[in-house]
């Protein structure tokens, strides 16, 4: 293993013990930055190497770029994965990672850069010919242009950042007075969360789903690894996610996939991206609304669809293979869900719920992925992000993958924190969910019916510690 180059894994969480996993398959070296609060977490016990950096907030730890390449070279790293979220789409951190002399697992800081620029994203998805949604064309200079806008697009509008990810930095309006008392307070938001005031307008699609596509690169070539579906989310938060997205006609679908792969050459795309768009069932129309260049939470049920390992494949492709992918040769099997699981308590505003977990039992059977972070005994921080784990299943069918997804909720116990367990249970079940009639705004929608379903005999919540057996 001495010869093995050694892969620095720039995160925390799942997604560390996710590429840790795939490193030590590839025969190769990890070694995890953490911070004091990971210093025993899962990922720290699996790597081979763990490096401090001293504190416990993210701007000293997980984005401090500066101490991250430091610990790369004390690690003797040939290469850094940055995951997602924290610096994985910071096309300076990349910029500066190449410029140490490493190697970035992912696209160009240039590329980063680009498309991480929701604005830019846009037109450089325009010239390769996608439909978007419409709105601005780039970023709109004031609340005065912006009503212009609005007014020649039509109520309700977004406002977007042209910075924005994750789900933040976008607020909906109605009415040209709400556009102009939103502008200066969503332009301060993103100040404050992206650095980045620049705004822009699109027209909003009321119930609209959010489908995207897996794509993989090596700069030459380029193939799109099919669908996902992602529409059921809580303040664009993503809940559920499942592959393929169901109810697209067969036309629809193929030119969804061509159109991303078609972005994904134009732009000479290297590693993982998920071109995402607003896909309208009244009127089967999708728009493309941005690209994400790093590895996707979700991706796990692309590879269960699959039969692929895309951490694997971002890992040997930066490491100068070409990619093993034939466009041909990924054929969908069946159907998967992914079910994300986090420290949070549904009937108090899904307020964080950081803690000791006492006890964990995740379930198992055929079918049945696990990506956690976690195991009985380890701590819930509170300084970053509440996710537990995810449960991925696969079925033969979608209504088979629904059936597996509820039966390893039952089976799935916690104790220590409020979790998110039984809420989400009560979503797979809800019939809207069940006939794929859902869409962005549908679970906001019924958020009270579904938390009322959560209400025991006794009176007490599923989602209440301590021991509490989480089950639909």
């Not at 293993?1 to 398959?25: F, K, Y």
């Not at 590329?111 to 439909?131: H, N």
């Not at 930066?318 to 009937?347: C, K, T, V, W, Y």
Request: glycine share 8%.
């Amino acid at each position: 293993m001495s010869d093995s180059p050694t892969i620095l894994v720039a995160n925390r969480g799942e997604i560390a013990v996710r590429i840790i996993r795939a490193i030590r398959e590839l025969g190769h070296v990890s070694a995890l930055v953490v911070s004091d609060a990971d210093r025993d977490s899962l990922a720290s016990r699996l790597a081979d190497r763990t490096i401090v950096l001293p504190g416990t907030a993210s701007k000293d730890t997980y984005l401090n770029g500066d101490a991250i390449i430091s610990a790369a070279r004390e690690a003797g790293a040939v290469a850094v994965h940055p995951g997602y979220g924290f610096l994985s789409e910071h096309a300076d951190f990349a910029r500066a990672v190449i410029d140490s002399g490493l190697t970035w697992v992912g696209p160009s800081p240039d590329l980063i850069a680009a498309m991480g620029d929701k604005a830019t994203a846009l037109q450089r998805a325009r010239a390769a010919g996608l439909p978007t949604v419409p709105g601005s064309d780039g970023v709109v200079a004031s609340a005065t242009a912006a009503v212009a806008v609005a007014e020649a697009i039509g109520y309700p509008v977004a406002i977007k950042a042209t910075a924005g990810g994750g789900g933040r930095g976008i607020r909906i309006v109605q009415t040209p007075d709400e556009l102009v008392s939103m502008w200066d307070v969503t332009a301060a938001e993103a100040v404050a969360a992206f650095g980045d005031g620049r705004l822009y307008l699109e027209k909003f699609i009321p119930r609209a789903r959010h489908v995207e596509v897996q794509v993989f690169g090596d700069g030459t070539r380029f193939v799109h690894l099919h669908d996902r579906d992602c529409s059921l989310q809580r303040r664009h938060q993503k809940l559920i996610e499942e592959c393929p997205a169901p109810g697209i006609p067969v036309a629809t679908r193929s030119e969804l996939h061509e159109s991303a792969c078609r972005l994904a050459a134009e732009i000479e795309y290297v590693g993982a991206g998920t071109v995402e768009y607003l896909y309208d069932p009244d009127t089967d129309k999708f728009h493309f609304i941005e690209m994400n260049t790093r590895i996707q939470v979700e991706h796990p049920i692309t590879e269960e669809l699959l039969g692929v390992d895309l951490v694997q494949e971002q890992l040997a492709v930066a490491l100068g293979a070409p990619m093993s992918f034939e466009q041909d040769a990924l054929i969908p099997r069946g159907h998967a869900i992914e079910l994300r699981i986090n420290a949070e308590n549904p009937r108090l505003n899904f307020f964080p719920s950081p803690g000791v977990l006492t006890s964990v039992s995740w379930p198992s059977g055929p079918g049945v992925r696990i990506d956690a972070g976690v195991a009985t005994g380890d701590a819930i921080p509170p300084f970053y992000d509440s996710m537990i784990g995810k449960i991925i299943v696969w079925g033969s069918t979608r209504h088979k993958a629904i059936s597996r997804a509820r039966r390893v909720l039952d089976e799935f116990s916690l104790e220590g924190v409020s979790n998110t367990a039984a809420f989400v249970g009560a979503a797979l079940a809800d019939e809207a969910f069940v006939a794929a009639a859902h869409h962005t705004k549908y679970l906001e929608e019924r958020l009270d019916v579904i938390l009322a379903g959560l209400v025991t005999p006794d009176g007490s919540t599923k989602s209440d510690p301590p021991g509490c057996r989480q089950s639909r």
